[in-house]
């Protein structure tokens, strides 16, 4: 009889995978804790929270309780002119913890289309209120925000979205205030404000997850914030990674002196168990769209809006976010993270050690810079692999983001690989440099 993964390949098209080049995919059959359990019985350390979902660990029982009682009240119902409970309950209990002035949360499938949903109401709100012309954004260098096409055309180019690049509109892109650059981007900043077409400003707040956990300070996100609105901006803080507690605080816009206008979400939202996307926006946004003209109204939404089931799971995960238990979870990681940057920054392989919050990254320096497709990075994958870790290098940068509940020794197990990798790369000879694109 054939395998799972034998039957996988002769069926299935996988994401971001060359499939003929790729080897069988591991097969997962269920998930306990912070691991991951393979069909032949091989036990995987998730240290990337399956792609930043997980918060609580795999099939957790809380979530899955409420998840199988929700399944047994109300598995769906149209959310145009309908509504349920625990749609009202998600959004009265994440607008009460949010920046206090997020008033309205609007249900999506996943973390692209939450950002599509805001950038949709930022330019149908200058159309509401008569300011057409206004339809340019202000993006970060290198940043991502999502594969479908709105989103995509807010996120850096590369290599991954090279060919759709003739339909993507036009976007005004600055550098990321990263420490000892902060004057030179309120000054790239500046200049681009003076344009009366710009409409909104998207970010990843303190961190840009696929550019490799680049990572900058609130100070500096503030006064981005402060400008933008002083010139009329509405600025789109796209917390799909970095919401529920990943840089710390329950969201990294906590840590800002200004507000954003509109939030994204997904990833967390659910604690990984099952899709969902959140867009929340200010007062001033919403009223924008009320009137007695149907057409003002927000044309927009998909058949699992609101989907109960979901709502459910992100209650109960949020539950689970909101106890002290998880909040020390949350520091332990921290701490932790903290004393392993300490030992290793300035070792001889290492270019840069990166850490806010429960977010670690690595930049190893292999002598040269090195792409998302390099050789460097697939030594890096499999050495992980062959110590039962699940990581997902980006190019030369490797990075931890672990589940909450993840222990002490499981953490240990981590950095002893990620100390592997600098072996690695101490003996690594660079191949001919490919295309730079570090998306994941």
Known sequence: MPTLSERDHAVLWHPYTQMQTAPLPIAITRGEGSWLVAEDGTRYLDAISSWWVNLHGHAHPHIAARVSEQLRTLEHVLFAGFT???????????LEILPENQARAFYSDNGSTAVEVALKMVLQYFHNLGQPTRRTFICFKNSYHGDTFGAMAVSSRGAFTEPFWPLLFDVKFIDVPVPGREAEVLAQLDALLQNPEVAGFIFEPLVLGTAGMVMYEPVILSEMLHRCQAAGVLCIADEVMTGFGRTGPLFASSLLTAQPDLMCFSKGLTGGTLAMGLTTCAAPVYEAFLSDDKMRALFHGHSYTANPVACAAALASL???????????????AAAHAAFRAEIEGQPGIRAVRHRGTILAVEYDPGEGTSYFSRLRDAFYQLALDHHVVLRPLGNVVYLLPPYCTTDAEMALLYTVLRQMREVVLDFVPAPNLPHILHD
């Open 84 to 94: 349920h409970p625990t749609a009202v309950e998600l959004a009265e209990q994440l």
């Open 319 to 333: 539950e689970l976010t909101r106890a002290e238990e998880c909040t020390e979870q949350r520091r332990r990681i």
